[in-house]
């Protein structure tokens, strides 16, 4: 048997204006989705445990079989895991965005425009970061590039007691309100301060304003913690597993659970990413490498939340259908496989809200060896019906493996 995960990051929604009132999921043309859910289990997954924000780091650990209140130690060491920054025992993380401020004068009546500085490139978004640690690194504060405008500060002594505000949280909003709070919080308001100094004429934000592009002209701080411990996934769960995603975030939670994390050519954690090569890679990794267990994360959904884009969410919706559970199925069947897959967003990432929530999320579980169902399609409506519910979203994955 070969277990696949399918998460499309963000995917469940609420309803729509432009879709007249229905979801994302009520109106996405998603024929191989809804055909595993109307002859699998259909049901409804808690993945935010009470006391914790709605974030991706949570929400996926939870999903992937681990209980946060014992494993989670904050977002920014899973990040510093994948970009290959060896984290002491003393040392405190912070996600640091690069986002576009707007220009008014002090810089504490600024408002954030754009969480993800017009969704830059990493090239163009490690020249900047290198700009920043010449300028502000000491002998126990580090800066260090990741992947587009998902970057990371090591402070060696620093404090996670600090109250900080996800960007993406306050899109088009006055970021007063939402400065650091806490344990150095001076400290890193006069780091954000000062990037925002040293970004607003570095050449490549002049080249990108004159290429009607949005500059990144802040840092912005969130996301703190402290070096990671998780169970081997392997020892866990008694399976070789994969993880195939283009987000820091789920790969470093691979390699902290000892998972294999497999990187794919035009994976770009949006709607326009490689689908075709992320199904291919996870075919190949169960196929050839001799894994048994894959998961496949899915940006898309979850980006187009935070835009508020409707169509570009939908979209990507029916591009996971077609292109990487659509592929896989056809595959594993016309080459008699058996297989499991797990279908389900992380949380939902409403359009009309722009960020998380921590609302339960419709799963689906398909097994191909059985011919039983809920002969339901999949959406958020009908997973309430049927009354299957996980109250700790950890609970799902040995219920998924095992059951």
């Not at 309803?15 to 409804?44: H, R």
């Not at 990671?228 to 995603?245: H, T, W």
């Not at 789920?250 to 035009?266: L, R, T, Y």
């Not at 994976?267 to 169960?286: I, Q, R, S």
């Amino acid at each position: 048997m070969k277990y696949i995960v399918i998460l499309g990051d963000g995917m469940a929604d609420h309803a729509v204006s432009q879709f007249d009132g229905q979801t994302i999921l009520d109106v996405a043309n998603k024929p191989n989705i809804d055909f595993m859910c109307k002859n699998g289990e259909l049901g409804m997954v808690k993945t935010v445990a009470d006391g914790f924000a709605p974030g991706s780091d949570v929400a996926n650990l939870s999903v992937m079989g681990y209980d946060i209140k014992k494993s989670y130690s904050g977002r920014s060491p899973l990040e510093a895991a994948s970009i290959g920054v060896k984290l002491k025992d003393t040392d405190v993380t912070f996600r640091a965005n690069l986002v576009t401020l707007s220009d008014d004068e002090r810089f504490e009546d600024k408002t954030m425009v754009d969480y993800s500085a017009g969704e830059i490139t990493t090239e163009e978004a490690r020249e900047l970061i290198k700009a920043v640690e010449k300028e502000l690194h000491t002998d126990d504060i580090h800066f260090y590039g990741g992947v587009s405008y998902r970057h990371l500060l090591v402070w060696d002594g620093g404090s996670t007691n600090i109250k900080l505000t996800p960007p993406h949280d306050i899109s088009d909003k006055k970021i007063t309100d939402h400065l650091p709070k806490g344990d150095n919080d001076e400290k890193l308001l006069e780091l954000m301060k000062k990037s925002n100094e040293i970004l607003k004429n570095h050449p490549i934000n002049q080249k990108r304003i004159k290429e009607g592009k949005r500059p990144a002209t802040s840092v912005w701080f969130w996301g703190q913690g402290t070096k990671p411990q998780l169970e081997n996934f392997a020892d866990k769960f008694g399976l070789k597993a994969s993880v195939i995603s283009a987000v820091d975030l789920i790969k470093g939670i691979a390699i902290c659970a000892d998972m294999k994390s497999i990187d794919v050519e035009g994976a770009t954690g949006n709607w326009d990413t490689n689908f075709d090569g992320k199904a291919e890679a996870a075919y190949k990794t169960l196929m050839e490498d001799g894994a048994d267990f894959v998961y496949i994360h899915m940006e898309a959904p979850d980006e187009c939340g935070h835009q508020g884009n409707a169509e570009k969410k939908k979209l990507s919706v029916e591009l996971i259908d077609e292109k990487v559970v659509g592929y896989l199925r056809n595959r594993f069947e016309k080459e008699g496989i058996n297989y499991k897959m797990l279908i389900m967003p992380d949380h939902p990432t409403p359009i009309s809200l722009k960020t998380h929530v921590s609302e339960a999320v419709p799963y689906v579980i398909y097994d191909s060896t059985k011919n039983e169902g809920s002969n339901l399609s999949y959406t958020e409506k009908n997973g309430k019906k049927t009354g299957i519910y996980f109250e700790n979203g950890e609970d799902l994955m040995p219920h998924f493996i095992k059951n």
